[in-house]
């Protein structure tokens, strides 16, 4: 008797058949699901890689349930014992298969995490970018739209996946300091800066913004929006689209990536003007961070009265429950309650908007400090989700001075 027919005779045709159909099942919705549930890429390959490992396994339980009838050639025996012996082979083959295979895809997906966290190669750039911080030429009680401005431009661009964004931190150096932009471009490694300015005065809005392209030493782009203050959601708009579809020349940005950066934190202009004002008392240094939590908590709140799908609000609020939480060496119950609701708002803002820096850093800063009160609700599977998104900050964030001093914590 030939190997094919010795082959046909145990089944095992017939027993890989029925796990090749599984597994091209199983691929296929993992191909489908995955993405919608935000896994990284890996994972459908990993899933593919666990059904090609299951073959060999599937293949050798098949020809050893048989090999153990192998000294009975009687073909009544034969026929007495084909209809029990794939019965064994469904009964015991394919969930040992399954068995096997859940346990080393269990053990991988917990551990891999732990095992790769910013080791991946570093991210190349087709180029980098700064938006510096907006001249302001309003009056100082408007002056918090300067700075909205060009956060909400550098929250924009950053969703661009083949252009380094310089982080809020690194540009904020320049602010109401005179540099040229030789100097920015050597001291931040830039192929291109924006710069601009913002006036108002009473209900009118002026801003001017320049692209400038450091190669050729000059602004490849300029203009200028007069409008009134309502509209400023729709100059952001028009700001932002102007500088993609002029880097788009060059760099060839996905249309994907395109459609992102359209995306609005917010289509509440009150809501967008709350936040804003918040953002202003927050950075106040003068005060105290509970101080500065319990003057904006006020307009944190009407703003997501008003959106609460709003993610900066969101995280704003995520923030000054987390300063108050830290500000008490011996947390009360209403306080550790607090900080529990802190953790969810930054999640539920990460939710809204995927790529937002802060509200992904917020998810990761406050259960870690959280520790420091309360190990005993902390297990593996957290420290787990917390090292998923350490890496998701620093694939997405690598320059942001948050991730390179949460990443040294996280290794340790």
């Not at 050639?73 to 469904?90: F, G, H, M, R, V």
């Not at 192929?191 to 913004?209: A, F, M, P, Q």
């Not at 950066?261 to 105290?288: F, M, N, V």
């Not at 930054?346 to 850093?361: Q, S, V």
Request: proline residues 4%; negative net charge.
């Amino acid at each position: 008797m030939n190997l094919f027919q010795e082959l046909k005779r145990r089944k095992v045709f017939k027993t890989v058949g029925v796990y090749a159909a599984a597994a091209l099942i199983i691929i296929q919705v993992a191909d489908i699901v995955f993405p919608r549930l935000l896994l990284p890429d890996w994972t459908v390959t990993f899933v593919i890689a666990l059904a090609i490992l299951g073959f060999p396994i599937t293949f050798f339980f098949s020809w050893t349930y048989d090999l153990k009838h192998d000294d009975t050639d009687q073909p009544e025996y034969k026929n007495d014992i084909a209809s029990k012996k794939w019965s064994l082979t469904k009964k015991i083959l394919f969930p040992l298969t399954g068995l096997i295979l859940t346990i080393i895809g269990g053990a991988f997906w917990f551990i891999y995490p732990f095992l790769t966290i910013g080791m991946g190669d570093e991210k190349e750039y087709d180029a980098s970018i700064a938006i510096l911080y907006m001249d302001n030429i309003s009056p100082d009680e408007k002056s918090y739209f300067a700075d909205g401005l060009t956060e909400e431009l550098i929250t924009r661009l950053s969703r661009i996946q083949n252009l380094k964004v310089r982080p809020r931190t690194d540009v904020a150096v320049f602010k109401n300091k005179t540099a040229t932009m030789a100097e920015i471009s050597e001291k931040l490694s830039l192929n291109y800066i924006v710069e601009g300015s913002v006036k108002i005065i009473d209900d009118n809005l002026r801003v001017n913004v320049s692209l400038f392209d450091i190669a050729k030493d000059n602004s490849i782009w300029s203009d200028s929006y007069n409008n009134t203050l309502k509209d400023i959601l729709n100059v952001q708009d028009e700001i932002a689209s102007s500088i993609v579809s002029k880097l788009n020349e060059k760099l060839s940005i996905s249309k994907t990536d395109i459609i992102a950066t359209e995306k609005r934190p917010t289509e509440s202009l009150e809501a967008y003007k709350l936040i804003q004002e918040a953002d202003k008392i927050l950075s106040d240094t003068k005060l105290s961070g509970v101080k500065t939590c319990s003057m904006a908590t006020p307009l944190i709140e009407q703003a997501l009265k008003l959106d609460s799908t709003y993610t900066d609000a969101l995280c704003n609020k995520a923030l000054c429950k987390f300063i108050i939480y830290d500000d008490n060496a011996g947390p009360s119950k209403q306080e550790t309650e607090d900080v529990k609701e802190a953790i969810i708002l930054a999640e539920k803002g990460l939710r809204y908007d995927p790529n937002h820096e802060t509200a992904l850093a917020l998810s990761i800063m406050i259960p870690t400090f959280q520790m420091r009160h309360n190990m005993d609700e902390f297990d593996l599977f957290s420290l787990r989700k917390l090292t998923i998104q350490m890496d998701r900050l620093i694939e997405q964030f690598p320059d942001s001075p948050f991730t390179i001093s949460m990443s040294g914590f996280h290794r340790y």
